[in-house]
């Protein structure tokens, strides 16, 4: 098995493009399969690609183990020094001027928008490809998400389809970067400041990415982060706001502190309440643990690009697996998944859940993308919160009949709809592995590609 799993990494590495070109055409490659039980797919019997189990998440060594209980020792595990000394340090890695920690990435969205005054009877234009926190916040605020579809390639909202969205009500654009990669910043900034709105960026997927050198998150008015535990910095849970404007941050601070006064502009006496307010705050324990996390967010990153690199350069040729393409701006892709449109056309209409099984069996686990967690592939801008709440009773007092029905009649993504069928997606985790863990990828598609006919 060893010989002959080599036999197919070294036609990989060396694959001439006529033989890609043969795969290309619709024919099966001759690639040096000649063990006909190492050809058999694991799924059927056959043995898998690899039976080691890729780089778990998160990792932790006793650098972290020590400074979270420094943390736990000091008694002081609400939102402190430590919290303060964080916050600073994130703040100045992601390159922004001021920021501010909050419990989770949902809470810094929601009190971005909160802050900038988006409310009931606005419209927040973003996109049906990301995460239902991004939604949901839009909706608690009572203003209503309105999407505009988005680029297939890059599967970020498509920045030409914003203007036509555009009406009196729209007050903010929130676009996602989604998978960590990057949207068209310059085009949804520039159509933001013709029509003076407010934008504001979930970075949730992308911590690290660049926009021509900039860091995301720095690109607009707030930027938004997650540290939930499955993100390529994290700390459990946890998430960042960023910011220019210090009277903002205070704003987003004091909101996030059941509206206790914070900075100069708000100078009552530290317990009073002057604005409403919630409690959104980090613990310390969190902070010490995302201190040490920092210390690897650099290095892994850079392990995880050039993995994908390297992957893309294996499945780039391949007609049947499309990965998700960068604008030509974005000088650095940060990996919260490798995205990838998997064509079912070309695996004689396999579907996405047997071709996503037959990987698993190989030993190379693969998931259903973003937007679909489970099988149902349900895109967001149809899931059931949106009905919810536009069927409660404050936005029937906010929102016309008329207004509601036209939102239900224009609420059509179609190629996010298809996205949602075909997107697929390797954990960040797979891209902290070897060159070999990247192979086994590439030789694992190859098989199961090799092997359609046997499964449909
Ligand atoms: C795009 C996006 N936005 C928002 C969030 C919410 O972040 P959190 O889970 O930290 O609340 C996530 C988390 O997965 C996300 O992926």
Redo the contacts with the bound molecule.
């Keep these: 098995m060893r010989k002959n799993n080599l036999t197919r990494r070294k036609f990989l590495a060396s694959a001439s493009t006529g033989t890609l070109a043969a795969f290309a055409s619709g024919g099966i490659p001759v690639y040096g399969i000649i063990n006909k039980k190492a050809s058999t797919l694991a799924i059927l019997g056959g043995q898998p690609i690899r039976e080691k189990p890729f780089p778990r998440w998160p990792i932790i060594n006793e650098t972290d183990e020590k400074m979270v209980l420094s943390a736990l020792r000091s008694g002081k595990w609400s939102r402190g020094e430590l919290v303060a000394k964080v916050e600073k340090r994130v703040t100045k890695y992601l390159g922004s001027r001021c920021g501010m920690l909050t419990g ?4 810094a ?1 929601h009190t971005s928008l909160h802050t900038l005054g988006i409310g009931g009877g606005d419209e927040v234009i973003t996109t049906p490809y ?2 239902i ?2 939604i949901d916040v839009i909706l608690l605020e009572d203003a209503l998400p309105v999407f505009a579809d988005v680029d297939p390639e890059t599967f970020m909202i498509d920045a030409d389809k914003i203007e036509e969205k555009i009406t009196e009500h729209t007050r903010s654009i929130l676009p ?1 970067h ?1 998978t960590g990669g990057v949207s068209n910043m310059d085009k949804i900034n520039a159509v933001a400041k013709k029509h003076n709105l407010k934008v504001v960026e ?1 970075a ?2 992308a911590i690290l990415a660049e926009w021509r050198g900039k860091k995301v998150g720095t690109l607009s008015d707030l930027g ?1 982060f ?3 535990n ?2 390529d910095l994290t700390c459990g ?3 960042i706001i960023l910011g220019d404007d210090q009277k903002i941050i205070d704003r987003c601070y004091s909101f996030h502190n059941f509206g206790r006064p914070q900075g100069k502009y708000m100078s009552r006496d530290k317990y009073s309440y002057p604005i409403l307010g919630l409690k959104y705050r980090t613990m310390s324990l969190n902070a010490a643990l995302l201190d040490a996390q920092m210390n690897r967010v650099e290095e892994q990153c850079k392990k995880r690009s050039e993995n994908a690199d390297y992957l893309t350069s294996k499945l780039n040729e391949v007609p049947c697996i499309l990965p998700r393409k960068d604008y030509p701006e974005t000088t650095r892709t940060s990996y ?1 998944t490798y995205a990838f449109r998997y064509k079912k056309e070309h695996f004689n209409n396999l579907p996405r859940a047997k071709f996503l099984s037959a990987l698993k069996a190989e030993g190379i686990p693969c998931g259903f993308g ?1 937007g679909v967690i489970g099988p149902t592939s349900m895109p967001m801008n149809k899931e059931g919160a949106i009905i919810d709440a536009l069927n409660s009773k404050s936005f029937k007092k906010i929102y016309s009949k008329n207004r509601l029905n036209r939102y239900h009649e224009q609420n059509h993504c179609p190629e996010s709809d298809k996205m949602c069928q075909e997107v697929a997606g390797f954990s960040q985790r797979l891209l902290l592995g070897t060159k070999k863990d990247m192979d086994d990828i590439a030789n694992a598609i190859l098989k199961v590609y090799e092997n359609r006919d046997k499964l449909t």
Aim: hydrophobic share 30%.
């Design positions: 989770s990435g949902t809470q969205l990301t995460f926190a991004t996602v989604i979930d949730c997927q938004c997650s540290f939930q499955s993100k849970e946890g998430g919260y973003l």
